[in-house]
DNA sequence: TTGTAGGCGTTATCAT
DNA sequence: ATGATAACGCCTACAA
């Protein structure tokens, strides 16, 4: 039989009132009933419960975290960064992948809100259309989204852009003027601001851009790295480097085939990837590649949506945080 | 303003407790007040209150899932074993990283229980001591531990031991005498029952043991590797295969610190790692190692405690699931 | 088959 | 500074 308010207040001489003022640190209470309560709940080893709590103030102390795909890295990466802040004492983390799952982000979103089980939402990687994260700003509850740019949407997302100017550029500097681009098709990737910001680093060096440099892949696994690799081999033009929006899996699996082909990296090909998952270190070599700050948005975004919550932050804000270069040996 | 039982049962011409029996697809209703009640709270777009049932059942709902690491890959994949049932529709799933945080393992768990907060709890790879393990089974709600077998507590975990062995009586088979063998001191991996695994298969074979080829890490980090390959090198024999049952991280790190010093993998220096990470596949050479079934863990621990939840299974305990040798380039 | 009434443990609004 | 009392929304005997 768990202890409650009620035992408490019955052994201290109050009411459960009182008792509960004290725990929740309310002024205008005796520093000697204060003294007396904290000590009999302390000795009776009294913990709230949290869901009578919640039905009271109508907050759960939950935030809800929704992403796509639980293996990928760049998403544990962003959790960690959701955790690693020091202000999500009070609240507890909500999680849900909607990896093979019937009910959509959207749908997920809307229930937790009514059913009252989280009091924010943060959406990592989200691939539903822009038309259904309208639902997001209706619901009661903050949410933001993490890695997308969208509009009217709380969001935290990089400038896919510049990173990917800053490979292609840097691609150049080391000489390269036949430099393909590896993109995938995947939904909710920010595919067409990486390209246009490779497109932007040719235009700027004057390289003339070739369509038929730019190959896609349908998703983003070794596999799809070493197959596109195969398209590139025999493609019109063999390329001196790779630059791959499609992420690092893709790239590494390009650099593996590659190396079965006996073709040497860097020196025969360069290869930057996009991401900079923990595997970009592991490889041999190394891979060069453009790092989102994975733990910068995670923190961003669970700061925020506390800020909301408790009623610091008003309106919306988008968030935009630059990639880093990471130069390593791959290129 | 949310949409209640009340304003259900009043549209209906009922009672809410009606309504609730409808909601919660309880016998002895009429088809016809069923029907009625059902097309109502569909038309007012009914949500039930998760909390004010809960406080009601007593039930939240939701499953404590405690982990020491979120960046480990091994506990990732045990969360994507988790939430790939297709049991767990009625369960959320509430995370902890207990990483850098003051409270212990053990006194989250009992402050989730006792704030009921939680219906159950999964541990994963969990570094406390016995000792402290003692007080999940004296909590109310149901836990299970993976990855590590305890006495008197629900657990799913490995045949360590075995896998060594596998792994050890692999490299003998592949003619190999002087086999080395990195273990890591850190708290809560099974590194003496794999050591005992190692050493069972030098002794089928008839080969001494040799304590200079045991060598220890601190951590399990990719420059732990580096730096017990050095130690190896500098060591009184040269090994022809290192077996590391610290991780494939370290293994990696081995393997990398060996290339560079121009020590060809698995020509001069073959390496079986141990859990069979994502990285495992895309390294170069792609690593040979000992896949621990963690897909399976998260699994069996989820429905496990699901059904420790509902009353359907009674007494602890504890099973033990089997490792697979995963033969790739490395050796 | 349905209504009545009480309770789950807290918080919050009044009084006192 | 503290006590009464009424929510919060739902579930569940028990009664009708």
Redesign the pocket.
């Known amino acids: 039989?768990?202890?409650?308010?009620?035992?408490?207040?019955r052994r201290a001489?109050?009411?459960?009132?009182?008792?509960?003022?004290?725990?929740?640190n309310?002024?205008?209470?005796?520093e000697?009933?204060?003294k007396k309560v904290l000590k009999i709940a302390h000795d009776l080893n009294?913990?709230?419960?949290s869901?009578?709590?919640g039905?009271?103030?109508?907050r759960s102390g939950a935030i809800g975290v929704i992403v796509p795909n639980l293996a990928s890295s760049f998403v544990v990466r962003v959790l960690q960064g959701i955790k690693s802040t020091n202000r999500d004492l009070n609240y507890m983390m909500l999680l849900f992948d909607t990896l093979g799952k019937k009910e959509s982000e959207a749908q997920l979103f809307q229930r937790l809100s009514r059913e009252?089980r989280i009091d924010g939402a943060i959406l990592i990687s989200s691939t539903v259309t822009d038309a259904e994260l309208a639902v997001f700003g209706k619901e009661m509850v903050p949410s933001i989204v993490v890695a997308r740019k969208c509009p009217a949407l709380n969001c935290v997302y990089v400038n896919n852009e510049a990173g990917a100017t800053d490979a292609t550029e840097y691609l150049i500097g080391k000489g390269h003027r036949a430099i393909a681009c590896v993109a995938s098709v995947k939904r909710g990737l920010p595919i067409g601001e990486r390209i246009a910001g490779y497109r932007r680093a040719l235009a700027r060096k004057g390289i003339p851009f070739r369509e038929d440099l730019v190959f896609r892949t349908t998703d983003d696994g070794l596999a799809d790295g070493a197959s596109v690799f195969q398209r590139i081999l025999h493609g019109p033009v063999m390329p001196t480097a790779v630059f791959v929006p499609a992420g690092d899996i893709v790239a590494i699996g390009i650099m593996k085939e590659a190396r079965k082909k006996g073709i040497g990296i860097p020196s025969q090909l360069a290869v930057v990837g996009f991401d900079d998952i923990p595997a970009a270190e592991m490889v041999e070599p190394s891979l060069t590649t453009v790092r989102q700050p994975k733990l910068e948005m995670g923190d961003y975004a669970i700061n925020m949506i506390i800020d909301k919550i408790e009623g610091r932050a008003a309106g919306f804000r988008q968030q935009e945080l630059p990639t880093k270069f990471i130069v390593r040996e791959s290129a």
């Open positions: 039989m768990p202890v409650t308010l009620k035992d408490i207040a001489g109050v009411t459960s009132a009182t008792v509960s003022m004290v725990i929740n309310k002024p205008n209470i005796s000697a009933t204060r009294y913990y709230p419960n869901i009578a709590r039905l009271a103030t109508s009252r």
